[in-house]
């Protein structure tokens, strides 16, 4: 089988499985706010695709990280609260009437912050995977910079820097925004995974971190950390 066709075959496997599991196409989901404000409601709603009520499916919600769903329901939506500061992994579970799951985990950064970053990963129908990371900076941010874990097995490009400097070292991508950010500027990378063989399902991993007022910020981007499995 040649790179090609192997890529492409990759490709459907990875986009059939939430179909297969669940029978109504690929499970996601959006928060109403990536950095909400300690106690603040923030809302969870599946994607249209992903409601699939009249299928006998029920969704588990995961919120404090344990091993029991935090809210089991047949509604497209949920609300929840976080009460402490930091960040935070959320999960959700789509169980369909054979016990079949497909799953998909995002993270958020409670308690508002002077800068965070938001990773949305896009399936392609070759197989690869478009990643975008848009930085929002809430301050006066200088040494603004991203490293992002390449997923073991996965090759990758940059589709677009924003013209910044980007460093490969090993198993990282390294961005680094030269120029200062004030309050309210966004800043975007993307770059593109293609799977190799054996390489299964991508998880993401990846850190930002700046300046402000002489302050060392750092903490992990938000979003997407999967694919649907």
């Known amino acids: 089988m040649n790179a090609r ?4 075959v990759s490709g459907m496997l ?8 669940v029978g109504q196409g690929v499970i996601n989901f959006d928060p109403t706010s990536y950095n909400p404000a300690v106690g603040a409601k923030v809302t969870f709603l599946l994607a249209p695709g992903a409601q699939a009520t009249a299928n006998g499916i029920h969704y588990e919600w995961y919120f404090s990280g344990g091993n029991k769903p935090d809210i089991t ?4 939506s949920v609300d929840h609260v976080f009460a402490a500061p930091g960040y935070v992994e959320v999960t959700l579970k789509a169980v369909g009437p054979a ?5 998909r985990r995002k993270g958020l950064l409670v308690g508002k912050a002077p800068l965070i970053a938001v990773r949305h990963v896009e399936p392609q129908s070759d197989g690869s995977v478009v990643v975008t990371i848009t930085i929002i900076s809430n301050g006066n941010l200088s040494g603004v910079g991203i490293e992002e874990t390449i997923p073991v097995g996965w090759q990758v490009s940059v589709n677009n820097s924003g013209g910044v400097p980007v460093k490969r070292a090993g198993n990282k991508l390294q961005v680094l925004w030269l120029n200062q950010l004030a309050s309210g500027d966004t800043a975007t990378f993307s770059y593109q995974l293609y799977p190799a063989q054996g390489s299964g399902i991508p998880a993401f991993f990846g850190t930002i971190s700046g300046y402000e007022n002489g302050k060392r910020l750092l903490t992990e981007i938000c979003g997407d950390l999967t694919l649907p499995y």
């Open 5 to 8: 066709l192997l890529i492409a």
């Open 14 to 21: 990875l986009l059939a499985m939430g179909v297969i599991a």
């Open 73 to 76: 329901t047949t509604d497209p």
């Open 99 to 103: 016990g079949r799951t497909t799953m």
